[in-house]
């Protein structure tokens, strides 16, 4: 070995880097070259499959100092969950470059999430000079689409729905320029060559306008409602301080009282009408960009219908440049609210737009980029300092949620309502974006889609398909039409704790906390007010709240007196005289005997242990809310009415037994008839009804505690967005020694079901 001697500086090594993770579409190429030429390093990074692969060729140590300025510094969006180093023998390189992307068998790599715009876009496009001067669609490495555009991986121009817009020389020169931000930002456009925008009239015909935003922006102010395409679906907008308008809005939108999402231009407008804390400050801002829920002022100058008998508001700031644009001028705030007839997917495409929002838009500003894979705004709140998503889409789909272990891969398809799917694949869960209610064929087909389109860019297979032991849901009936594949039915309570564990990387006991609507139980009842002690694998129920009929089934769902009627008679033993508040009024007393009969006879009278049930009741016995127009709306404005300085609270009685203790709130109810009659106000009843849930809740946990030796409480289920409930329970806990484990990847609705019951499945398995 003469030649080693000679070798008196420089040691020449060269290094193959394998980085796993969402690394494509995120700058990483130009951050890799960037390195490599300020380490004075020779060799090449290419996208492939499984994400970025690296040769890297030079002197031993600046390789050293260039992998550790690459695990230290990666690109702000990126998110490193692996890199592997190995040692090649060097080829004499002396450039580095950027190669064209491997399109190779297996595709490991990930798509990232869609980008909010970023600050160095929007100096650019509200700067006369520059030329992106007001152009809607700029974008560069660090923001701007992705997993809408992306039609398949890797994740390159020709496979987006970009591949039609052919760049001009000016954006092919910076794309192509590794010192330029824009360096290989497979959306990059400006006006001369990429996507545009057009006004359409109210039946789809082009207006006569130069200038669309301008047009929209004068509609906007005159109070008209204008369709406006974004970045996953489109909008509706209207001025959110004209009252008028988002009335005429809620009118053609057939949509009474669910609160309307709005948009304001920054933090200062948003601190106008809501009150903003640190966190949610933080939340507002991220590149996410969901809707905030956050505290209304109480003086602002918000339009009544946008939130009507709401304490919140459901916030975003601005994420596409368009948005930027409409709210440069001088709205307190837009009204966004999804546009899709309600109950229906969002609509994506055009023509579709103009068809199926034909009636509810004066006009519409679309652009000619296509939105692929359509998705809905993220919405979130902070919750005992953490933020809680209660829907899951854009921003964070499809960032995968990391799991403690790998396993088989698995489908899971959720229940019913909100729905998403699951696939869980290695030791990463892939939850979907929220499809919706998958009660009809629109959404069904949706759900269809979105695993298809899963499959491909995770290049997943699964082996099993885990659904709801709902034999009607249309979901158990898609999992059921898949020939070959295993199908794994999973308890709805066991899936919501187990998605809670997966998310947390726990696999051992805990006691579940599993309060919800309805889910289907093993014994054929109707589920909803559950205390488990489950893991990953298994569950075991150890108390619920005790049986009450539902009269007429879900149609006591949408009419809480009905159910509250229930409880009464269980309450009072059948004695209504007994039972007489204002709210039995509104029956005639033919009805009121009818039901009680009904409820006597047991025909279609399901059993059910629902605690949002039991919050439903209470909302209408209060007079509070007597009708659900949207799934959750008594037990959410009840919670918006009971005083949070009140800390009283009602009796119950726990019955224990060796299967399952139950909960009996009879005696809680007949303390509420009397407090109504007395005239004690509905914010002091609802307070105490609150604080009563807390405290059995709290007793059940050291009962469990004692007899099983668990100190870890997960929460989930719809009923975990109560902020109080979660707010008082979780602070009990962690005073009497408890661990308590709350959503943070998933929604604890049942759109973060699928991935419990993908992670329970992968387990029996
Ligand atoms: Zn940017
Ligand atoms: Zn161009
Ligand atoms: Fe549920």
Redesign the pocket.
Known sequence: MTESSTRTQTTIARRRIAVKGIVQGVGFRPTVYRLAQAHGLAGWVLNDSTGVKIEIEGDVRAIERFIEDLRSNPPPLAQVTGLAVQDIPPQGEVEFVIKPSADVERRTGLISPDVATCSDCLREMFNRRDRRHRYPFINCTNCGPRYTIIRTIPYDRPKTTMARFQ??S???REYHDPANRRFHAQP???????PSLTLLNANGSPARTKDPVGEAVLLLHSGKIVAVKGIGGFHLAADAANEGAVRRLRERKRREEKPFAIMSKNLDRVREYAVVSDEEEELLSSWQRPIVLLRKNEKHAVAPSVAPRSKFFGVMLPYSPLHHLLLAEDFLALVMTSGNPSDEPLTADNAEAVERLQGLADAFLVHDREIYVRTDDSVARVQRGARLLMRRARGYVPAPIALRDGGPIVLGVGAELRNTVCIARGAEAFLSQHIGDVKNFHTLRYLEKTVEHMKKILEAEPEAIAHDLHPDYFSTRYAQERAGVKLIGIQHHHAHIASCLAEHQRDEDVIGLAFDGLGYGTDGKVWGGEFLVADTANFRRVGHFKYVRMPGGDAAVEKPPRMALSLLLDAFDGDLKAARIPMLDQFKEADLKLLAQILEGGINTPETSSLGRLFDSVSAMLGVCDRASYEGQPAIELEGVADEACTESYDYVISPNESASQVDMAQAIRRIVRDIRDGVGRAVIAARFHNTIVNLSLDMCLRIREKYGLGTVAFSGGVFQNLLLAERLGGELTRSGFEVLQHYHAPPNDGGLALGQAVIARTRI
């Open positions: 760049m001009c000016k954006c092919s990059n456009a400006c006006a001369e060559c990429g």
